[in-house]
């Protein structure tokens, strides 16, 4: 795939920022480590990701949490594709509470939610244009694995809220990729579920598993982390 200049801002050596209210879409190789971290606290990062190879393949949160007969994930748990195989796994996690429950903010959200008359496009509008250029189309997005993002469950009734992130100034979540993966990945824009205020989130890529030597062929990080043409 064809890449530009202008990956994201620099946050420090070999971490990109996403500024708040805003979303980008990169590549994973199988091996890849991703960690997505909260630089300021109480701000939540939707992550989705499809096989780069077969983009019908992508997380699946009705699989995952079947298999893990829990909602609530973290170190050493996978994420599970809609075809069973495992796309992603949690390898460290410093907050121990992330949402799979709930499909990204979107313009809708905010129109229903809160009454806005004017919505902005939310986490969902984010990632369809971050990932229009890697073939995704609007109808294939899922329900995103939110990071950081609190919703607790009232076990008999199954009412749930949505509550300010666990989540303080640095804390991290890394996952491994086992396969080929486009990553789409946001600073959620919802007003309830960053406890008032909109702010950014960083990450960073680790090349391959460590110990393993690269493959000379393989492009740059800094290739990979390109924004696509029309980002
Ligand atoms: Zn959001």
New binding site residues.
């Given amino acids: 795939m064809a890449r530009t200049p202008g990956a994201p801002m620099c946050a420090d050596a070999g971490t990109h920022e996403i500024a708040p209210r805003s979303g980008v879409a990169f590549t994973l190789d199988k091996g890849d480590r991703l960690t997505v971290i909260d630089p300021r606290g109480e701000q939540?990062a939707?992550l989705l990701a499809f096989n780069r190879h077969d983009l019908d393949e992508v997380i699946s949160s009705g699989r995952t949490l079947d298999y893990a007969s829990r909602i609530y994930l973290t170190t050493g748990d996978p994420l599970y594709s809609n075809r069973s195989n495992v796309l992603l796994r949690i390898v460290a996690d410093t907050v121990g509470r992330h949402d799979f429950l709930l499909t990204?903010?979107?313009a809708d959200?905010f129109r229903i939610i809160y009454g806005d008359a004017d919505p902005h496009r939310?986490?969902?509008g984010?990632l369809v244009h971050a990932l229009a250029p890697y073939g995704v189309a609007a109808d294939r997005i899922p329900v995103?694995f939110?990071c950081f993002?609190n919703v607790p469950v009232d076990g008999a009734t199954g009412t749930f809220t949505v509550e300010p992130p666990l989540s303080r100034a640095g804390d991290h979540i890394t996952f491994e990729a086992e396969r080929d993966l486009v990553i789409g990945l946001?600073?959620?824009?919802?007003l309830q579920?960053?406890n008032g205020s909109f702010k950014p989130i960083h990450y960073r890529i680790e090349r391959g598993r460590p110990g393993e030597p690269s493959e000379g062929a393989r492009e740059s990080v800094a290739d990979r982390n390109a924004l696509p043409p029309g980002a």
């Fill in positions: 939540v939707d990204p903010c979107s959200t939310g986490c969902f984010n995103a939110n993002m946001t600073a959620c824009s919802a579920s960053n």
